[in-house]
């Protein structure tokens, strides 16, 4: 498989912070890979790398082959941001036609992706009043106009409703198999481990494991005990059996290789617990897992 | 530089201008209209052979041609650093230098504008004595001089937000107009304002507008500007690396 995205190495700082060090990612044609991690795991300094917004202080980043830094290998990259403000006053179709001569590209390369993107309707508005979601979609539409080796999507899918959610990726699977690679960055963990090939995960600015989706959960708890409990976090979190916790409000979410145990010693310590069930872990929980263990 | 992508920057720029000209309007009308108010006050007066109201096309015209391109591309830049637009025009196959060249051009077509209407107001008030070539010239000289202000305009767009841009920007224009004798001659204000005044780029591309008119020296006016476009371009540079990084 052509690699489409190489990092070697890669080192940042800011100050005294080490915001990357010494991270490897290959992501080849057609494959899709996330990068998860907790907040300042170095995911963002990494895409800027990848992106060509920061140097690669140590070690090395390339797109195709090629530095992002220069404005020619960029023609490769197509990137999705997380919230874009678009001018007030250009036009849908303004902004479509325009990435696609700023890619290189002939004009009328912006109508069939203007067209699989639903935005066709939307052309004569100004892009500054679409919803969130055609918003999202008009930015897909940019990158996608320049056909791109590799798509850079930062939460690309944040706010949009499940069907316009399905629709992107349904897109992107097709650019997929036409050979585009795909580096995501999401914090809707269950939705990467539906797409992505493979996921890799970063905290503290070091790759902790690397794997399909399967094979991470496969490291780690393959069950999550839910449960509304009067019990504290320390307490629980020093049951047998707990190798990650997590409390989303309402509910904590213990994951753990022995449910039978832990649920007699939760049911002993709070005979009050209720909304009890048991789950298969997923992708979500093992994440959480290798972080807390710091798993290498 | 792509001729094709700077069209499609260029285009983009003139479309925020035609399509929200509200900012430039103010920029348009506030300098020519001080300009109808004196040149309809003093404008026939003379001296040494050129009118007050056409030595004021050069002061004047200096006043309105720095405030379009001082304030539309440093805001421009803030407000598109602000909503993350710079943010994907640097991550684009686009040169960032090819689309800060945009804005800069986009506003030249209202700098002409201005002087256009300028010279248009001082002929229907009487008080146009100077013929077309040396009011080409001038032109040429404020619409040319006027770019290191532009350079300037995006140093504080780098640095700071849109709203503050505008507000900085304006601290800068206003005392710079009013000390280098934009508005007012320095003939008639405090000998103080004359000595500050030689210290500014503003005077400078002013003195070297009406020098198009009255023939008077250039070489100090024109190294003063020369010097002034480096330094800005020096800033401008450090301030994107710091804005980028």
């Known amino acids: 498989m052509e690699t489409v995205l190489g990092v070697r190495g890669a080192r940042h700082h800011y100050g005294a912070t080490q915001a990357l060090d010494g991270v490897d990612l290959d992501v080849g044609a057609g494959e899709c890979v996330a990068l998860l991690g907790p907040n300042g795991a170095g995911k963002t300094t990494l895409v800027n790398q990848v992106i060509g917004l920061l140097p690669a202080r140590a070690g090395s980043v390339r797109v195709c082959g090629g530095d992002p830094r220069v404005a020619s290998t960029r023609r490769q990259l197509g990137v999705v941001q997380q919230s874009l403000g678009f001018p007030n006053t250009l036009k849908v179709s303004e902004l479509v036609v325009g990435a696609a001569v700023r890619a290189g590209k002939p004009r009328a390369a912006a109508g069939p992706v203007m067209a699989e993107l639903d935005l066709t309707e939307l052309a004569g508005r100004r892009a500054s009043k679409l919803s969130g979601g055609q918003k999202q979609r008009l930015q897909l539409a940019m990158a996608l106009v320049a056909d791109p080796a590799l798509l850079v999507l930062d939460e690309p899918t944040a706010g949009l409703d499940v069907p316009t959610r399905r629709r992107f990726w349904q897109i992107l699977a097709e650019r997929r198999e036409r050979g585009a690679g795909v580096l995501l960055t999401t914090h809707l963990i269950e939705e990467s481990s539906a797409v992505a090939d493979r996921v890799v995960v970063l905290d503290r600015g070091r790759v902790l494991a690397e794997g399909t989706p399967d094979e991470l959960v496969a490291r780690l708890p393959d069950r999550t005990v839910i449960a509304r409990t009067v019990l504290g976090l320390e307490r629980l979190q020093a049951l047998p059996g707990v190798v990650s916790l997590r409390n989303d409000g309402e509910h904590v979410r213990l994951g753990t290789r022995a449910p039978e145990a832990l649920l007699r010693v939760l049911l002993a310590q709070d005979p009050g617990l209720t909304d009890l069930r048991v789950e298969g872990a997923g992708l979500e929980e093992a994440v959480a897992g290798l972080i807390e263990r710091g798993v290498a | ?245």
């Open chain 2, 1 to 245: 530089m792509n001729t094709k992508i700077f069209g499609v920057e260029l285009a983009d720029e003139l479309r925020g201008i035609v399509r929200e000209p509200a900012a430039l309007f103010f920029s348009i009308i506030m300098p020519v209209g001080f300009f109808a108010l004196f040149v309809s006050l003093f404008g026939k007066f003379s001296a040494g052979g050129v009118s007050a109201g056409t030595t004021m096309i050069a002061t004047f015209g200096a006043f309105g041609v720095i405030s379009v391109v001082l304030l539309n591309p440093g805001i421009g830049v803030a407000s598109d650093r602000e909503r993350g637009w710079l943010r994907a025009k640097q991550v684009s196959a686009v040169p960032i230098s090819v689309t800060l060249a945009a804005k800069v051009v986009a506003a030249l077509p209202y700098a002409a504008g201005v002087l256009v209407a300028m010279t248009a107001t001082a002929a229907v008030t009487g008080s146009l004595t100077a013929p077309l070539p040396a009011l080409l010239r001038v032109l040429a000289v404020l619409v040319v001089g006027a770019l290191p202000f532009a350079l300037l305009s995006l140093v504080i767009g780098f640095q700071v937000g849109a709203g503050a841009a505008a507000a900085v920007l304006n601290a800068i224009l206003i005392p710079a107009s009013v000390l280098s004798g934009l508005w007012m001659p320095l003939e008639i204000m405090p000998a103080f304002f004359g000595d500050v005044a030689r210290f500014l780029p503003t005077y400078h591309l002013a003195e070297l507008a009406r020098a198009q008119l009255t023939g008077g020296p250039v070489l100090t006016h024109v190294l003063v500007l020369l010097g002034f476009a480096l330094v800005a371009a020096t800033l401008a540079a450090v301030s994107y690396r710091h804005a980028r990084s």
